[in-house]
């Protein structure tokens, strides 16, 4: 299992951008690798995921057109464009291995990193 760390998120206002970064422990070029985040008293929630050669990206409904995932495997790095965050974007974000069950995309493993923390003013 790899051991990942987030990084970039911060404060913004609404309508703002955002980077984020996960830096893994090891060799992503083969492993399809997805954001998620968790929102205070909510479940974690599938936001992005990339498959492990670049070639399909999927997004949670209501992040499309806003967020662009995308990855560097010579890096170890996979990255989470943020644009028009909304306040509802508020949460801890994640980034994971992850794995596709019928049409909809699971963390693979249980090991979460420390999260990055993202909250939007509005």
């Known amino acids: 299992q790899l051991q990942l760390v987030e990084s970039g998120g911060g404060l913004v206002q609404a309508g703002g951008s955002l980077r984020l970064s996960c830096a893994a422990s090891?060799?992503?070029?083969?492993?399809?690798m997805a954001w998620f985040r968790q929102a205070p008293g909510k479940e974690r929630e599938f936001v992005a995921v990339v498959t492990n050669n670049g070639n399909i990206a999927d997004y949670l409904d209501s992040v499309k057109g806003r967020f662009t995932i995308s990855r560097d495997n010579t890096k170890k790095a996979v990255y989470l464009q943020m644009n028009s965050l909304k306040p509802e974007d508020t949460a801890l974000y994640y980034c994971?291995?992850?794995?596709?069950?019928?049409?909809?995309?699971?963390?693979?493993?249980?090991?979460w990193g420390q999260g990055t923390q993202v909250t939007v003013s509005s």
């Open positions: 090891g060799s992503i070029a083969f492993r399809h």
């Open positions: 994971q291995e992850t794995t596709r069950v019928g049409s909809n995309w699971f963390p693979k493993y249980n090991n």
